[in-house]
C-alpha cells in the first residue's frame, strides 16, 4: 500500500493551518527524493488498489484539495524540479473565482481557472473531483449528495475531456450515505484521516496526512516514515469494494 498526503495552499504569506510555506514544502520534497519514495501518479495508485501491480517500497501519493491558483504557479515548479507529480481536488462552482465562500478564511486567494486547470492537466499531474460547493457532505440528504458529486463530475469532465475517476471528500467528512453516493461515480476517494495504514483500507475512504505548516522537517520525516512502516507491514492489503 501507500501513503498519501495533503496540501491546500503553498504560501509563507498566509497564516492558517491549510498553508504550507515555499520553503518547508520544497524540504519536504527534496527529503522524499534523497530518501528515494516513489512518488506515485494517480494512475499508479489505482492500479495498486486494482492489484495489477505491487506498491513500491515507501511509496507517496501527493494530493492538494480545492484547486487553488497558487497549486499551480508555486507548487507545480517546484514538484516538476523534483520529477515529481500531484493529485488536484477540485470544487467545481467556484473555479475562475476566489475563495470568499469559505467563511473560515481570513485571506484571499484566486482559484484556478479552466484554463489553468487544463495547464496543471498538461503538465502530467491529475485531477480528481471534490463536490460542486464544498458542503459538509454528512449533512446532506441523497437527493443533494447527488447533485454535489454528479455535477461536480459532469462539469469537470467536460470542461478537461478525460475522465475524473477519484474524490476526495470536503473536509474529509463521509458516512455510509455519503460514501455509497460517490461509488456510484468513482473508483476511489479519499478522506483525510491520519489512520493506521496497517489494516484493511476501504478504497472509498483513503485515508491521507495532513501536512501541517508548524512542522519541522523532522516532524515531517517522523510521521511519514512511520506511516510508511505501517503501509508496508504484511497485514494491510486494500479491502475491494465494488462500485455502486
Same mark, same amino acid.
Given at each position: 500500500?501507500?501513503?498519501?498526503?495533503?496540501?491546500?495552499?503553498?504560501?509563507?504569506?498566509?497564516? %492558517?493551518?491549510?498553508? /504550507?510555506?515555499? %520553503?518547508?514544502?520544497?524540504? @519536504?520534497?527534496? *527529503?522524499?527524493?534523497?530518501?528515494?519514495?516513489?512518488?506515485?501518479?494517480?494512475? #499508479? $495508485?489505482? $492500479? /495498486?488498489?486494482?492489484?495489477?501491480?505491487?506498491?513500491?517500497? !515507501?511509496?507517496?501519493?501527493?494530493?492538494?484539495?480545492?484547486?487553488?491558483?497558487?497549486?499551480? &504557479?508555486?507548487?507545480?515548479?517546484?514538484?516538476? +524540479? *523534483?520529477?515529481?507529480?500531484?493529485? @488536484?481536488?477540485?470544487?467545481?462552482?467556484?473555479?475562475? #473565482?476566489?475563495?470568499?465562500?469559505?467563511? !473560515? %478564511?481570513? &485571506?484571499?486567494?484566486?482559484?484556478?481557472?479552466?484554463?489553468?486547470?487544463?495547464?496543471?492537466?498538461?503538465?502530467?499531474?491529475? /485531477?480528481?473531483?471534490?463536490?460542486?460547493?464544498?458542503?459538509?457532505?454528512? !449533512?446532506?440528504?441523497?437527493?443533494?449528495?447527488?447533485? +454535489?458529486?454528479?455535477?461536480? =463530475?459532469?462539469?469537470?469532465?467536460?470542461?478537461? %475531456?478525460?475522465?475524473?475517476?477519484?474524490?476526495? &471528500?470536503? &473536509?474529509?467528512?463521509?458516512?455510509? @450515505?455519503?460514501?455509497?453516493?460517490?461509488?456510484?461515480?468513482?473508483?476511489?476517494?479519499?478522506?483525510?484521516?491520519? #489512520? !493506521?495504514?496497517?489494516?484493511?483500507?476501504?478504497?472509498?475512504?483513503?485515508?491521507?496526512?495532513?501536512?501541517?505548516? =508548524?512542522?519541522? /522537517?523532522?516532524?515531517?520525516?517522523?510521521?511519514?516514515?512511520?506511516?510508511?512502516?505501517?503501509?508496508?507491514?504484511?497485514?494491510?492489503?486494500? =479491502?475491494?469494494?465494488? =462500485?455502486?
Amino acid at each position: 500500500m501507500f501513503v498519501t498526503l495533503v496540501y491546500h495552499l503553498i504560501d509563507r504569506t498566509i497564516d %492558517a493551518k491549510v498553508a /504550507i510555506a515555499e %520553503a518547508a514544502f520544497e524540504a @519536504q520534497l527534496r *527529503y522524499l527524493r534523497e530518501q528515494n519514495y516513489t512518488i506515485l501518479s494517480l494512475a #499508479q $495508485a489505482m $492500479a /495498486i488498489l486494482n492489484s495489477e501491480q505491487e506498491a513500491p517500497t !515507501r511509496s507517496v501519493l501527493l494530493t492538494f484539495d480545492d484547486g487553488y491558483a497558487n497549486n499551480l &504557479y508555486v507548487a507545480l515548479p517546484l514538484l516538476q +524540479a *523534483y520529477g515529481m507529480t500531484a493529485t @488536484q481536488f477540485v470544487i467545481s462552482a467556484y473555479v475562475g #473565482q476566489t475563495n470568499r465562500w469559505n467563511p !473560515r %478564511a481570513s &485571506y484571499d486567494v484566486n482559484h484556478m481557472t479552466w484554463d489553468e486547470l487544463r495547464q496543471w492537466q498538461e503538465s502530467g499531474c491529475a /485531477i480528481g473531483g471534490h463536490s460542486h460547493e464544498h458542503f459538509w457532505m454528512t !449533512r446532506l440528504n441523497r437527493q443533494e449528495l447527488q447533485a +454535489a458529486v454528479n455535477v461536480n =463530475k459532469r462539469l469537470l469532465e467536460e470542461h478537461l %475531456a478525460l475522465p475524473v475517476q477519484a474524490f476526495s &471528500y470536503p &473536509y474529509g467528512a463521509y458516512n455510509q @450515505q455519503v460514501e455509497d453516493v460517490v461509488k456510484e461515480s468513482y473508483e476511489l476517494a479519499f478522506a483525510v484521516d491520519p #489512520q !493506521r495504514w496497517d489494516t484493511p483500507v476501504d478504497r472509498f475512504a483513503i485515508p491521507r496526512l495532513s501536512v501541517q505548516p =508548524k512542522w519541522r /522537517i523532522e516532524d515531517f520525516t517522523t510521521r511519514l516514515e512511520k506511516l510508511c512502516a505501517s503501509a508496508a507491514a504484511p497485514s494491510h492489503t486494500a =479491502k475491494q469494494t465494488a =462500485k455502486g
